[in-house]
């Protein structure tokens, strides 16, 4: 059973569109990270949140932690080719471990 | 300058081989993991090692064997692979143990067992 549940599993948009990936669960977690897969490598971290209710802006990219810690969000604004990728979400809960979602494959047509 | 490496990219083998996957981290980092992505993209995890000692060892056949000979390297040895073992293998390594910590992954292996 995952604790971590993704939406959508698959997104294609065209270029300039705005998306929106969500990243919820039952569980509390002391903090939230969001990275990106590209095809044929290793994940890379996006951003962190640690605070209920935080709101992290990273250039089109704005990510926001839920205020009872259980969920997250990841929206991208005027979205480019460039932001094609495995979206993935991962919770620690101090437990020395990171719980990821399945991820959300975004795929933006020029 | 790699952050974390692993070799081999490509493994091709055929049905109860053994093989070892290598893994190097030139961060400075004190805990190292193995994950196993399957063909739907999860990600789960195998191991984890925090200054070559044995923090995390999920529910994985003792085909399955970490070793850590120092903090920088972690390998993973499988006995007798499976079909069901064909999947990406990604080795990560972060700062310390906390569950938040930022992992830093490595580019993959994947395995195909024929």
């Known amino acids: 059973t995952q604790l971590l549940e993704q939406s959508p599993q698959f997104l294609s948009i065209q270029e300039g569109e705005n998306l929106t990936v969500y990243c919820n669960s039952s569980?509390?977690?002391?903090?939230l990270q969001w990275y990106r897969q590209e095809p044929g490598e290793g994940p890379v971290l996006l951003v962190t949140?640690?605070?209920?209710?935080e709101v992290k802006k990273l250039k089109r990219l704005t990510f926001q932690f839920g205020d009872a810690r259980k969920d997250s969000s990841l929206h991208i604004t005027a979205a480019q080719p460039g932001d094609t990728g495995l979206y993935l979400c991962a919770g620690g809960r101090g437990d020395y471990k990171l719980s990821f979602g399945a991820g959300t494959t975004v795929t933006v047509r020029a | 300058d790699t952050a974390v490496s692993q070799t081999p990219k490509y493994l091709v083998t055929q049905m109860g081989n053994d093989k070892s996957i290598k893994c190097e981290q030139n961060?400075?980092?004190?805990?190292m993991y193995w994950y196993k992505q399957d063909s739907k993209k999860f990600l789960k995890i195998m191991f984890s090692?925090?200054?070559?000692?044995?923090?995390i060892n999920e529910t994985v056949p003792n085909r399955f064997s970490p070793k850590s000979p120092d903090k920088a390297h972690l390998n993973l040895h499988i006995n007798s692979l499976e079909l069901g073992d064909s999947a990406v293998y990604f080795c990560?390594?972060?700062?310390?143990?906390?569950?938040?910590?930022?992992?830093?992954f490595g580019p993959g292996t994947r395995l195909l067992v024929l």
């Open positions: 990560a390594s972060s700062q310390s143990a906390g569950g938040g910590e930022t992992q830093y």
């Open positions: 090692y925090n200054n070559k000692e044995l923090i």
């Open positions: 569980s509390v977690f002391s903090s």
């Open positions: 949140v640690v605070t209920g209710g």
């Open positions: 961060l400075g980092h004190d805990t």
